[in-house]
């Protein structure tokens, strides 16, 4: 999708560049405290060798970052639908020595087409798919976040897997707690979706996917982990090369 399809003050890239055009320069210093789970969730991808993993709503390129040292040898992208969070990425990643490992671009999650955004010269068939696709703390900002896992689902290879972390509803945490935090992310447009779990067990049906739910910090954090399966006769994820 073409940066002038996105952009715009009335539109979602143009709510998110005007929010973060200047919290990109501390977010990550900031939000280390109150993102959790995000480190898990990098720990569990175990992508497969020379497999392929997109982050989507991918900021700062702080996760890509962590996620190619963790797991080196997979090919990483990241999309983002800000402009001004990609300029801060791109530097990021090029700081970090990552910038023929990692790639980024801009592109809406409810609507992209991976071929189409990386893969002119890319080693890998992207068209297929990819092995690992993870969401942190994004469906929680994006409007209309049904959407973006429908697309997220569509995105899987077979034999891939969709991981996820974001707010939960505060469930066994004190009530007055729930409220300041849910009135203070509300600043900045971001809403926890308190019909997640039923949304994601709907999206397991649809496409076929194998759903874990788990509640995180007393439900401060919700992570969720859908698999698609290898279809029978196919070779298993490990030894296809993906190179």
Known sequence: MADGSLAGPGTAAGRMDAIYRSQRHIYD?????????RDRLI???????GGTVLEIGCGTARNLIAAARAWPGARWFGIDI???????????VRRAGLDGTVRLARGDATAFDLAALFGADEPVDLARGVDRLFMSYTLSMIPDWRAALDQAARALAPGGRLHIVDFGQQERLPRWFGRLLFAWLARFDVSPRAELEAE???L?????????????????????????PVPIGSAPQEQRGNA
């Not at 210093?29 to 789970?37: A, D, E, M, Q, S």
């Not at 800000?82 to 990021?92: E, F």
């Not at 496409?207 to 788990?214: A, E, I, M, P, S």
């Open 29 to 37: 210093l900031t939000r280390k405290y109150y993102l959790l789970g």
């Open 43 to 49: 720990a569990e991808l175990a992508p497969p060798p």
């Open 82 to 92: 800000s402009a001004a969070m990609l300029d801060t990425a791109g530097r990021a």
């Open 200 to 202: 994601l067990a709907a």
């Open 204 to 228: 397991a049906d649809r496409h076929g996917l194998v759903l874990r739910f788990t509640r995180l910090f007393r439900g401060y954090a919700w992570q969720a982990r859908l698999d698609r």
